[in-house]
T-cell receptor, first 111, second 113 residues
């Protein structure tokens, strides 16, 4: 079962903040986040391994609550370069080679 | 430069004509994987490999084959392509374990007519 992401799409002005959520019906040991710009390959942003742990990448941070089987990606003071589609990915707990991805959240940052 | 190289970038073929999409990584990664990406469906895993000669099915393996004879290469084979395999395909690799993210290739856009 794929993780479920929300919202499906977000439109922001430069400087505004956004939150993208990822939830799973299965227990999660870790969550990955990727960004894909139009016509390009997904690029790895960060991995969350422990419950409640937050990580950061530029002005992008994330949290992971393993009890709730949820992760959230926080984009603060959005820049034009943040536009793209964001995916969360979840490796299988018993088989690390098997990974499923959410269906993505498209973020558009306007001037 | 550390990278995953896929070829070709674009491919148009006819139904039933066997084809191979190549994937090679230069990072000595143990894990390699193939995904297809379709509008509204995100990335779906086709096959993955955890090491040489170790491959397994992902979520959508029907109509595809893979092999992992060398650590760096993981080709995707479509023995008899059909129009429903028209898609954007990505190869990806990572170090062993769940502590590492994937590095993706630049993608292959396949059209089967």
């Amino acid at each position: 079962q794929q993780p479920v992401q929300s919202p499906q799409a977000v439109i922001l002005r430069e400087g505004e903040d956004a939150v993208i959520n990822c939830s799973s019906s299965k227990a999660l040991y870790s969550v990955h986040w990727y960004r894909q710009k139009h016509g390009e390959a997904p690029v790895f942003l960060m991995i969350l391994l422990k419950g409640g742990e937050q990580k950061g990448h530029e002005k992008i941070s994330a949290s992971f609550n393993e009890k709730k089987q949820q992760s959230s990606l926080y984009l603060t003071a959005s820049q034009l370069s943040y536009s793209g589609t964001y995916f969360c990915g979840a490796p299988d707990n018993t088989n690390a080679g098997k990974s499923t991805f959410g269906d993505g959240t498209t973020l558009t940052v306007k001037p | 430069e550390a990278q995953v190289t896929q070829n070709p970038r674009y491919l148009i073929t006819v139904t039933g004509k066997k084809l191979t999409v190549t994937c090679s990584q230069n990072m000595n990664h143990e894990y390699m994987s193939w995904y297809r990406q379709d509008p509204g469906l995100g990335l779906r895993q086709i096959y993955y490999s955890m090491n040489v000669e170790v491959t397994d099915k992902g979520d959508v393996p029907e109509g595809y084959k893979v092999s992992r004879k060398e650590k760096r290469n993981f080709p995707l084979i479509l023995e008899s392509p059909s129009p429903n395999q028209t898609s954007l395909y990505f190869c990806a690799s990572s170090s062993q374990g769940i502590n590492y993210g994937y590095t993706f290739g630049s993608g292959t856009r396949l059209t089967v007519v």
